[in-house]
């Protein structure tokens, strides 16, 4: 049996457009979000879409990730990659992380928030997955694992070097075809895609970076509680020059 890759991402931190750079691999087969439901159901938080995404999914956590792991051999591909968002581990069993190989997605608090908030008009700490991403990190480190981080802001500056970097780590073959994909929505992509998925399905590839040239007064509370967390996690990502071995 091969080890899944368990992606442990915050909102609007790009973790939909590596999803679809890791469908481009050859070796990989993709999951999106499959803890998003049980997540729904325990909190009971109002997000877009709500009723549809409880209703399409099985929204018993545990459960998910007992099938998927058990029948991940029986995947036509090696390898197989599952976006989940790090808020969503609620009540849940955490034995399947020494199972997984794991990967923690970050993004400035200052890019993303403004972001977040269209969807969630009052995000709170817990809607980031900052402190829920270190908690995890933490955990996995005195567990005896390396798992990597990738900050959005590196991956976009320079996605060949932070990708290869990545894949090496994780002992997956990079392959060039990562790097860009077709427009529009993937098969995979969960009922919730036309709530939260509008700028990537109008992506062809990953876009340069761009840093939010103003910040809303409302959230610079939630900024501030957010930024202690972020900066203890940037400190391990990969970072933009690294040179992987692509390079």
């Given at each position: ?19 679809y750079s ?13 803890l ?6 325990v909190t ?10 409880v ?9 998910v990730?007992r099938e ?7 995947n ?6 599952i976006?989940?968002m790090?808020?969503?581990l ?6 399947f992380l ?24 009052k995000?709170r ?15 996995l480190?005195?567990?005896?694992q390396?798992?990597t ?14 990708l ?8 997956l073959p990079f392959?060039?075809?990562m790097?860009?994909w077709?427009a ?33 007064e409302?959230l ?9 967390w972020?900066e ?16």
């Open positions: 049996m091969t080890t899944a890759i368990c992606l442990w991402s915050g909102p609007r931190n790009v973790s939909t457009a590596l999803m890791f469908a481009q691999n050859e070796h990989v087969a993709v999951i999106d979000e499959p998003y439901g049980h997540y729904l159901r009971g938080a109002e997000h877009p879409g709500r009723d549809e995404v209703a399409a999914m099985n929204c018993d956590g545990d459960a990730m998927l792991l058990i029948h991940q051999a029986e036509p591909k090696p390898r197989m990659f976006k989940h790090a808020h969503h609620v009540d849940l069993d955490l034995g020494h199972e997984t190989c794991n990967i923690f997605l970050i993004r400035d608090p200052r890019d993303m928030l403004p972001s977040l908030s269209i969807q969630l008009p995000p700490l817990a809607d980031t997955g900052l402190r829920r991403q270190w908690e995890l990190f933490s955990r480190l005195e567990a005896g390396a798992p981080i990738l900050d959005s802001r590196e991956l976009l500056t320079n996605p060949r070097n932070v290869s970097t990545l894949c090496e780590r994780i002992g392959t060039p075809d790097l860009s077709e529009g929505p993937r098969p995979e992509d969960g009922v919730w895609a036309p709530h939260w998925y509008h700028a990537v399905h109008q992506s062809t590839g990953f876009a340069p970076y761009r840093a939010k040239t103003e910040f809303p409302r610079k509370p939630l900024l501030d509680e957010c930024e202690p972020y203890q996690l940037i400190e391990h990502a990969i970072p933009a020059n690294a040179k992987g071995a692509d390079n």
